[in-house]
């Protein structure tokens, strides 16, 4: 079984300009969710697309935005770049269903896109 | 103040030896507990999980949680050079769906 697909894997971009990234999930997963990783804060949440809906947010700018169509392929968007937003973005996908109170539903990872904004 | 605090490291340590990596957390909504490691390049995979307080082995590695302390703790017995990477604690709430927050990770080396 194939595993999460991030395109592109390296961007570089400068402030002012917008950016589209690609997440392809793993057959049959119906779930995925973007994290933006940095060395100084970590991985934290963006949002999480369930079946073409946003079901969850993060904390973040609207400046941040995503989708997902009806294969489950999910794009984020980040318009009016910042340095501060040079990071890895990870893509995660899972079934997005619960399997009990008891049971995790597990999120797999893709490899992510390192965006340098300059 | 994060919501999950981690050291950051970084952790060197001899081959052989046990390797405790700590998280603690102050949302007392958590009820699911993950590591992940990930290595250079990679996205996190999972370790373990743990649902509520309590330990859980598999293999080489121990998941413990402490709710009481809001503290969870893992533990990597007869460490391998292939061990080394960074580790990332990660919780999430009961209905929280794919909503994970995570630690900022420890970078662990270890040493042939």
């Known amino acids: 079984k194939a595993g999460v697909t991030q395109t592109p894997r390296y961007l570089i971009k400068t402030r002012g300009q917008q950016v589209t990234l690609s997440c392809s999930p793993i057959s049959g997963h119906r779930s995925v969710s973007w994290y933006q990783q940095t060395p100084g804060q970590g991985l934290q949440f963006l949002f999480e697309?369930?079946?073409?809906?946003?079901?969850n947010k993060g904390n973040f700018p609207g400046r941040f935005s995503g989708r997902q169509f009806s294969n489950s392929r999910s794009e984020m968007n980040v318009s009016t770049l910042e340095l501060g937003d040079s990071a890895l973005y990870l893509c995660?996908?899972?079934?997005?269903?619960?399997?009990?109170?008891?049971?995790?539903?597990?999120?797999?990872f893709g490899p992510g896109t390192r965006l340098t904004v300059l | 103040q994060k919501e999950v605090e981690q050291d950051p490291g970084p952790l060197s340590v001899p081959e052989g030896a046990i390797v405790s990596l700590n998280c603690t957390y102050s949302?007392?909504?958590?009820?699911?507990f993950m590591w992940y490691r990930q290595y250079s390049r990679k996205g996190p995979e999972l370790l373990m999980y743990t649902y509520s307080s309590g330990n859980k082995e598999d293999g080489r590695f121990t998941a413990q949680v402490d709710k009481s302390s809001k503290y969870i703790s893992l533990f990597i017995r007869d460490s391998q050079p292939s061990d080394s990477a960074t580790y990332l604690c990660a919780m999430n709430q009961l209905g929280g769906n794919e909503k994970l927050t995570f630690g900022t990770g420890t970078r662990l080396t270890i040493i042939p």
């Open positions: 697309y369930f079946s073409e809906t946003q079901r």
């Open positions: 949302n007392s909504a958590f009820q699911y």
């Open positions: 995660a996908s899972s079934s997005g269903f619960s399997g009990g109170p008891s049971s995790y539903n597990e999120q797999f």
